[in-house]
Nanobody
Framework: QVQLVESGGGLVQAGGSLRLSCAASGSIFPINAMGWYRQAPGKQRELVAAITRGGSTNYADSVKGRFTISRDNAKNTVYLQMNSLKPEDKAVYYC???????????WGQGTQVTVSS
């Protein structure tokens, strides 16, 4: 069973920055993919960014050029640097991890990001 612990959410003004972290533990196998989803009130959960163990990344169009995902494989930790934040980035951000391709992901408990205009 993989546990994911997130940190780094909070309140920031538009144009500001936040950095989210997510540390994974409990996996006896290397974790293939890690990343972040978000869910705003009344909306479906959506992919923000993902990164494979080899460093390949994928971003939602809405965050390209503003957010950067990275990971430290030795620490089983994934980071999301969020710059130039906009009010529409306000959401609960969830870390996810997938040990093997095609298997069900594990989820963190979520961390709130609020951006004031």
């Amino acid at each position: 069973q993989v546990q994911l612990v997130e940190s780094g959410g909070g309140l920031v003004q538009a144009g500001g920055s936040l950095r989210l972290s997510c540390a994974a533990s409990g996996s006896i196998f290397p974790i293939n993919a890690m990343g972040w989803y978000r869910q705003a009130p009344g909306k479906q959960r959506e992919l923000v960014a993902a990164i494979t163990r080899g460093g390949s990344t994928n971003y939602a169009d809405s965050v390209k050029g503003r957010f950067t995902i990275s990971r430290d494989n030795a620490k089983n930790t994934v980071y999301l640097q969020m710059n130039s934040l906009k009010p529409e980035d306000k959401a609960v951000y969830y870390c996810h991890a997938r040990v093997f391709s095609g298997t069900s992901p594990y989820w963190g408990q979520g961390t709130q990001v609020t951006v004031s205009s």
